[in-house]
């Protein structure tokens, strides 16, 4: 006898693309096509299973995990900022600002994200912003899923017009 649990019967301790919280109770089972090995089948958590990109889909795409990275990193970013922890540079506000304002396009980011400008490049935040233009690929622009950005770049824009 095991000391493990046994997943047939337990099911995951965490979600399958976030590893942060349990699944949700009886979540239909999705699958992941790895680039090496067998399908599988992965569970998700509420959030995860509600707000990922390809949501409408039996399967996990890989928009799912760049929205998953961008995500945590919005999060990370905007407690970073109102606790003090990150202060942006002048750019990054400047450029917060624009994207804040701007209808978001696929077009479009990938224009904004060409800027040369080497602070905007050596910072935090466009790191956060450089999977959405993936992720508007599958998505429209008003999509739940690109809520944790467009949060923090609010933030960051209000403090920008303040200026």
Avoid: K
Avoid at 38 to 56: F, I, K, T, Y
Avoid at 62 to 87: K, P
């Amino acid at each position: 006898m095991s000391s493990y649990p046994d997943p047939s019967t337990t099911g995951a301790a965490t979600c399958d693309l976030c590893h942060d919280r349990r699944p949700a109770l009886q979540p239909p089972a999705l699958a992941v096509n790895p680039p090496i090995g067998p399908q599988r089948q992965v569970r998700l958590c509420a959030p995860c299973s509600e707000d990922r990109p390809g949501r409408r889909r039996r399967e996990l795409i890989e928009e799912d995990f760049s929205w998953q990275m961008m995500s945590r990193q919005a999060h990370d970013l905007a407690d970073a900022y109102t606790t003090g922890r990150w202060l942006p540079y002048d750019d990054e506000h400047r450029w917060a600002l624009g994207l804040a304002r701007t209808y978001w396009t696929r077009v479009a980011l990938e224009t904004a994200l060409r800027d040369p400008n080497p602070y905007l490049r050596a910072g935090r935040l466009v790191r956060v912003v450089e999977p959405l233009p993936r992720i508007l690929s599958v998505v429209g622009p008003g999509d739940r899923a690109l809520r944790p950005v467009q949060a923090l770049l609010d933030t960051l824009a209000i403090r920008s017009a303040r200026s």
